[in-house]
Nanobody, 121 residues
């Protein structure tokens, strides 16, 4: 089994910053694409950013220039640096990872439990 553990969420004022972390653990042979998604109350879950093992990134338009996704392959970790936060960024943020399992000998996608980000103004 594979689990993703997130940290770094919290309450911040508009214009402030937060850094989210997510670490994958368990029966892992290789972690492939990793990403961050978010879901506000009453809204669909949406892509924030994704990153490949080689460091190629893709951002939603509203996040470009404010958010930065990065990863540490040795630690099976992905990070999201969030700057210039706006009240509209308030949501539960979820970590996602495409993983080849050393136990099951197959590939699957896994999700973290989610971490709350609240931006006040």
């Amino acid at each position: 089994q594979v689990q993703l553990v997130e940290s770094g969420g919290g309450l911040v004022q508009a214009g402030g910053s937060l850094r989210l972390s997510c670490v994958a653990s368990g029966s892992i042979f290789r972690v492939n694409v990793m990403g961050w998604y978010r879901q506000a109350p009453g809204k669909q879950r949406e892509l924030v950013a994704i990153i490949t093992r080689g460091g190629s990134t893709n951002y939603a338009d509203s996040m470009m220039g404010r958010f930065t996704i990065s990863r540490n392959n040795a630690e099976n970790a992905v990070y999201l640096q969030m700057n210039s936060l706006k009240p509209e960024d308030t949501a539960v943020y979820y970590c996602n990872a495409d993983v080849f399992s050393s136990m099951n000998l197959d590939r699957d996608e896994y999700w973290g439990q989610g971490t709350q980000v609240t931006v006040s103004s």
